[in-house]
């Protein structure tokens, strides 16, 4: 099983970036799909980005166009590129893996396997 820890994450004025890592170990991360979920106090776990074995993306509505997921096989490392953060985007943020290689990535937080501890974002007005 892939371990994960995130990285990252702060606070941010609305209207800046942040980056966040999400560093495995113990398995490649192109044998998974990997994903981002976020979720805040009270509120469900909300998928926000994924990236496929074959490195396509896919987006939640609320975030496409300002945030990007990557890959580096390299450093066996995902990354959460996020621009234009409002206060809404304040959350926990959890990279999770999922190791089905689906062409289509789940967007439901059940069908991961393996999660971090995540990373907290915090954007103030």
């Known amino acids: 099983q892939v371990q994960l820890v995130e990285s990252g994450g702060g606070l941010v004025q609305a209207g800046g970036s942040l980056r966040l890592s999400c560093a495995a170990s113990?398995?490649?991360?192109?044998?998974?799909?990997m994903g981002w979920f976020r979720q805040a106090p009270g509120k469900e776990r909300d998928f926000v980005a994924a990236v496929t074995w074959i490195g396509t993306t896919y987006y939640a509505d609320s975030v496409k166009g300002r945030f990007t997921v990557s890959t580096n096989n390299a450093k066996n490392t995902v990354y959460l590129q996020m621009n234009r953060l409002n206060p809404d985007d304040t959350a926990r943020y959890y990279c999770?893996?999922?190791?089905?290689?689906?062409?289509?990535?789940?967007?439901?937080?059940?069908?991961?396997?393996?999660w971090g501890q995540g990373t907290q974002v915090t954007v103030s007005t």
């Open positions: 113990g398995r490649t991360l192109s044998q998974y799909t």
């Open positions: 999770a893996a999922d190791r089905r290689l689906s062409r289509v990535p789940s967007r439901t937080p059940g069908d991961y396997e393996s």
